[in-house]
């Protein structure tokens, strides 16, 4: 199972809205055939797995191990337990249940009907752990939310002031390249006005290979000048504001959206991003931007570096309460990952 896992890594930010699952098929205590699934319409982990057996035959007498229930319902591709029942692979190891409506169990039902040996919960928390993001959105009915920033030691997030619009680095160039991996696995990036207009992020993945995050941009009254990155076309941007009467003329890309500043805002930012089906979301400022989410409760992560600078006077880092998930040095910066335990 903890094969399956690495495997299922592979996946992560290719295969939405479909889970990233990894199989792997056993044969006399040797892994004979695995993968993973594929980019959104391809194949399930379960059939690339099967596949990758050279020799058929030895099928009826193996084990199939896999992180997610196997799909008993037809969508883009058949049912994966079907091809399972098919093969006649006599066990069937699940590291969780899928909780989406559709299978649920149903899986699990239909291989047990046909004969087949299903153990459920092998690795159990750490498959659920893997599946995040499709837990979140099929059970929270919202994207899994997390919270990214860099903090100096003295304890700020930016200086109060400076002399030109390019970000001021508080973290290494290891710690920035890990960042853009965290994009590319992440279906959306969110931003306030502000961090838009003295940096002018570009918001997309640069230092590491994958797909760009769909951009999210909070500007309540449309300050945000039209000669920035994030408008430059070359990925989808959602602007949430205040009002949409102000637009001019629509830009190529750009979705305008309207939320009620007054009211809860992260709640709504969550609704806009369910509507437009996206399973996961990294903020990465302002401070006041994140400090929205956390006082809303509506956050999974905070992955938060700290560096080996001090600014001494400057804009506070975010406060929030959380749960140590990780801990570990990247050259002189320091990474943390809390887990929301509320």
């Not at 399930?44 to 057996?53: D, G, L, Q």
């Not at 058949?78 to 149903?106: E, F, M, R, W, Y």
């Not at 039902?109 to 752990?129: D, H, I, K, P």
């Not at 590319?184 to 994958?210: C, F, M, P, Q, Y």
Request: aromatic fraction near 8%; hydrophobic fraction near 35%; proline fraction near 4%.
């Amino acid at each position: 199972m903890q094969r399956c896992i690495q495997l299922a890594k592979n996946g992560i930010g290719t295969t939405r809205p479909n889970p990233s699952v990894g199989a792997v098929v056993v044969y006399n205590d040797k892994i004979i055939g695995e993968g993973y699934t594929s980019p959104y319409g391809g194949n399930h982990a379960e059939v690339n797995t099967i596949n990758s057996v050279r020799d058929k035959s030895l099928l009826k007498e193996s084990t199939i191990y896999v992180t997610l229930e196997p799909c008993s319902h037809h969508g883009k591709t058949p049912p994966c337990a079907d091809l399972i029942v098919k093969h006649q692979i006599p066990n069937v190891v699940i590291g969780c249940i899928d909780t989406n409506s559709l299978v649920a169990g149903k899986g699990i039902e239909r291989l047990q009907n046909s004969g087949c040996n299903v153990v459920v919960g092998v690795l159990e928390e750490e498959c659920y752990e893997h599946h995040k993001r499709f837990f979140t959105v099929q059970n929270k009915k919202r994207p899994y939310v997390i919270l990214k920033w860099a903090e100096t030691k003295d304890g700020f997030i930016a200086p109060l002031t400076k002399d030109t619009q390019k970000p001021v680095w508080i973290s290494n160039t290891y710690s920035q390249q890990l960042v853009h991996k965290w994009r590319a696995e992440e279906h959306a990036i969110l931003v306030g006005t502000n961090t838009i207009i003295a940096d002018n992020s570009k918001l997309n993945v640069r230092s590491w290979t994958g797909n760009n995050p769909v951009r999210i941009v909070l500007d309540k009254s449309l300050r945000i000048p039209e000669n920035v990155n994030v408008f430059d076309k070359s990925e989808k941007t959602i602007v949430l504001t205040a009002s949409k009467t102000k637009i001019q003329e629509p830009r190529q890309n750009v979705v305008y959206e309207e939320i009620d500043f007054s009211k809860n805002v992260a709640k709504q930012i969550c609704e806009v991003l369910q509507k437009y089906k996206i399973q996961s979301v990294i903020i990465e400022g302002g401070s006041k931007t994140l400090q929205t989410f956390i006082d809303a409760n509506l956050w999974d992560e905070a992955r938060v570096f700290t560096g080996d600078v001090e600014f001494e006077v400057g804009v506070k880092s975010p406060i929030f309460n959380g749960k140590i998930f990780v801990e570990k040095k990247i050259q002189n910066d320091m990474l943390r990952i809390y887990k929301n335990q509320f």
